[in-house]
């Protein structure tokens, strides 16, 4: 925003007044900027304080987007894996099993069923179960053969899943099925609920900065109310007095996505060492994932937008206040 | 340069500044502009500068009707005339130079001019050598004189100026009229607002002479 790159001035001789002009339009720019930046340089804990009021306002819903899309990452994860179980009936004899299995894999929507007959699902409960002993006393097999069904990828989300369900649950010979699913939905609705309140959240807090901002810009007018004065006397136009306090908000709001920045990455060093524990011990990938180049720029891209958004409201209201009528005197 | 037909200005509470006032100033005339306090002198100026707007009749500077001005063009039609005033209005947390400079910056003009005319303009008032000092540590005629500088430093071919002299002894004072003169002599329209009589007929001037609002010597010749 600051630092428009510049041809060289007087290496082209012949160059047209509108040329000239852009060009002394943009070194205006530069110099402006450059003035504002250094008025927040020369009274550093004030700035700095304003910067610590917005870093932390910023950096508070984009910790939680963050936590947000993580969460979306694992239930993501699960519904990749989404398997269907369908039991069948305990008289369903193991010839009948294997036909359901072939019946239910000319379905386009299923990529994969895997048949589990009864001897192979006792030998498995066996294994993992640690009752051997108790499995010993029964008479007969209590288990039932199953059929591990994975729906293709298109029919991987939660009504996909419940249509093949239904259409499973009305095959002759299947007794049961079920979908562990319910956890997932569970995860979606509260992750849901948490984005609404989070973005509501994002909302509140930009306003704050924006009146932060627009407060402080406010102070800034009132500083400079003399400058402003000579300013619209000798002619200056509404922008020319408006820039400077633009920049102004817009270096409020750099420096307050700086440290929101800041504030994001610390904290997040911080957690990843618990977090990673936790997701071990859920057997998760679960990760929290820190902002990238690009969400990092955008934060910082907003804290301007918003800083100078602030000064502008604040610029709207009082900068036409100061008109050089009462200069002059009776 | 500056014409005036039939101005009435009148402010809310009954109070009338200006009644039927009408003259014009040809370009590269100087006049005074006098009357007593509360005659209405100020809001005159303030008519042409564009801060006020007349009741009833039409401002012209420069061949521009001023009443109808939209209130976006008023920055530009300021930059065509220069106004010194009492009290200087200048900045005292910049230089000299930066002050002068102003109404150049405000207009854009290339950074490697306005260092040169900047210092032709200090140059005329005498204080080139006084450009990287704050006007804090000049004295009250240096100060008027740095607001002068100012006020012509983008060549407008109107220069206004409101009690320029108010605070200053008759010796510098004089010093002053003769650098309006100057201006005068190179075709800028020149009006002074003052109540110092002696200094007045000094210059042997066209005088503007305001009563109550009403114009009441001056108004008649003049192109």
């Given at each position: 925003m600051a630092a428009e790159p510049r041809k060289r001035a007087g290496a082209n001789k012949a160059s047209s007044p509108w040329q000239e002009l852009a060009e002394s339009y943009l070194v205006h720019h530069r110099k402006v900027a450059r003035e504002s930046a250094e008025r927040l340089w020369r009274t550093p804990v004030a700035s700095s304080m304003t910067w610590m009021v917005m870093g932390v306002a910023l950096a508070l819903p984009v910790a939680l987007l963050l936590l947000l899309t993580s969460l979306q990452g694992v239930s993501a994860g699960w519904e990749n894996s989404a398997r269907i179980t369908a039991y069948l009936g305990e008289g369903v004899p193991l010839e009948r099993a294997r036909e359901l299995r072939a019946e239910v894999l000319d379905?386009?929507?299923?990529l994969e069923v895997e048949l589990i007959d009864k001897e192979q699902a006792l030998a498995e409960f066996r294994g993992s179960s640690g009752l051997e002993d108790a499995l010993d006393?029964?008479?007969?097999?209590p288990l039932p053969h199953t059929l591990v069904v994975t729906p293709d990828e298109t029919s991987r989300s939660a009504s996909g899943v419940e249509t093949l369900v239904t259409r499973l649950q009305g095959l002759d010979g299947v007794e049961r099925v079920q979908v562990d699913l319910g956890w997932l939905q569970r995860l979606n609705a509260m992750t849901d609920l948490l984005a609404r309140a989070v973005w509501a959240l994002a909302l509140l807090l930009a306003a704050a900065v924006v009146l932060v901002i627009g407060n402080t810009v406010r102070l800034a007018i009132e500083n400079r109310r003399d400058e402003i004065l000579v300013a619209k006397l000798v002619g200056g136009t509404d922008a020319f007095v408006r820039r400077p306090f633009l920049y102004t908000g817009a270096w409020f709001g750099l420096g307050g996505g700086v440290v929101a920045w800041v504030l994001l990455q610390v904290s997040l060093w911080w957690l990843s060492g618990p977090v990673e524990r936790l997701a071990g011990l859920y057997r998760s990938d679960f990760a929290l994932n820190g902002l990238s180049f690009d969400g990092a720029l955008a934060l910082l891209i907003v804290a301007m937008l918003l800083g100078w958004l602030g000064a502008w409201v604040a610029v709207k209201r009082h900068l036409d206040d100061i008109e050089p009528g009462e200069v002059a005197g009776g | 340069m500056i014409e005036f037909r039939q101005v009435t200005k009148r402010y809310d509470s009954d109070h009338t500044a200006l009644r039927q006032v009408n003259f014009s100033l040809a370009r590269g005339e100087l006049a005074f502009l006098t009357g007593h306090s509360g005659a209405g002198k100020s809001t005159l100026l303030k008519l042409i500068m564009v801060m006020e707007r007349p009741s009833a009749g039409e401002v012209i500077v420069g061949g521009q009707m001023l009443n109808k001005l939209p209130k976006r063009q008023i920055p530009y039609i300021r930059r065509h005339i220069g106004v010194v005033f009492q009290n200087h209005q200048l900045l005292f947390d910049r230089t000299v130079f930066d002050n002068v400079a102003m109404p150049l910056e405000v207009m854009g003009v290339p950074a490697r001019d306005i260092g040169r005319r900047v210092r032709a303009s200090l140059d005329k008032v005498g204080l080139l050598n006084k450009e990287k000092m704050s006007p804090l540590q000049l004295s009250g005629g240096e100060q008027q004189r740095v607001g002068i500088a100012r006020a012509v430093v983008n060549k407008p071919p109107v220069l206004l100026a409101d009690e320029p002299t108010g605070n200053l002894d008759p010796e510098l004072s004089a010093d002053i009229m003769h650098l309006f003169g100057q201006f005068s002599q190179v075709g800028v329209t020149v009006l002074i607002a003052s109540h110092d009589i002696a200094l007045i007929n000094d210059m042997q001037r066209r005088t503007l002479t305001l009563d109550h609002g009403q114009l009441i010597a001056g108004g008649g010749h003049g192109g």
């Open positions: 379905d386009s929507r299923i006393y029964l008479e007969g097999n | -």
